[in-house]
T-cell receptor, first 112, second 116 residues
Framework: QQQVKQSPQSLIVQKGGISIINCAYE??????FPWYQQFPGKGPALLIAIRPDVSEKKEGRFTISFNKSAKQFSLHIMDSQPGDSATYFC???????????FGAGTTVTVRA | GAVVSQHPSRVICKSGTSVKIECRSLDFQATTMFWYRQFPKQSLMLMAT?????????EQGVEKDKFLINHASLTLSTLTVTSAHPEDSSFYIC????????????FGPGTRLTVL
């Protein structure tokens, strides 16, 4: 049973466009929400993460929006580039064990 | 900083043999290491959590006698797949968590295991 639901499964965006990936969770004990980027045949790399005490965090072209009351968070990739083509995973963890619960993943394809 | 390595990156073995995969934190001390497996086009599935000097904790459904995990030092954990079968073929990825950033897991590059 997946504790973090992620959508869409895949998306195609034009170069320069905005990619938006959404995640939802049920367990209110989660208090850390990272996003990972994975290229084929490689391990995931931490992209950006947020704690529930802030509603938005921006790092370069990547922004996390967090809605605590709705138990939802999303990743926005601004000015998408072909090099951003990868699979993105949202995840959540909590302080008692720090285990990550991953979403199903979203494959992003950026067309030049 | 925060680099995690895995060795080997790829391994092919015959059915019935055992395979050992190493995971090392290169520039920090890992208080906890996690082992995941990932099937093609699927998400990461946590197999077990290991803390240095103590026995690993396995997730439900993961056979601890088949997937032996040793966390012998603060920079090294090993996963041994015993008596491997073709259904064990998968991408195995480790991650490590340090003392300073309690929540952050840094992932290794993964090991592709193919059992013939």
């Amino acid at each position: 049973q997946q504790q973090v639901k992620q959508s869409p499964q895949s998306l195609i965006v034009q170069k320069g466009g905005i990619s938006i990936i959404n995640c939802a969770y049920e367990n209110t004990a989660f208090d850390y929400f990272p996003w990972y980027q994975q290229f084929p045949g490689k391990g995931p790399a931490l992209l950006i993460a947020i704690r529930p005490d802030v509603s938005e965090k921006k790092e370069g072209r990547f922004t996390i929006s967090f809605n605590k009351s709705a138990k939802q968070f999303s990743l926005h990739i601004m000015d998408s580039q072909p090099g951003d083509s990868a699979t993105y995973f949202c995840a959540a963890s909590m302080m008692n064990d720090y285990k990550l619960s991953f979403g199903a993943g979203t494959t992003v394809t950026v067309r030049a | 900083g925060a680099v995690v390595s895995q060795h080997p990156s790829r391994v092919i073995c015959k059915s019935g043999t055992s395979v050992k995969i190493e995971c090392r934190s290169l520039d920090f001390q890992a208080t906890t290491m996690f082992w995941y497996r990932q099937f093609p086009k699927q998400s990461l599935m946590l197999m077990a959590t290991s803390n240095e000097g103590s026995k690993a904790t396995y997730e439900q459904g993961v056979e601890k006698d088949k997937f032996l995990i040793n966390h012998a030092s603060l920079t090294l954990s090993t996963l041994t797949v015993t008596s491997a079968h073709p259904e064990d073929s998968s991408f195995y990825i480790c991650s490590a968590r340090g003392r300073r950033e309690l929540y952050t897991q840094y992932f290794g590059p993964g090991t592709r295991l193919t059992v013939l």
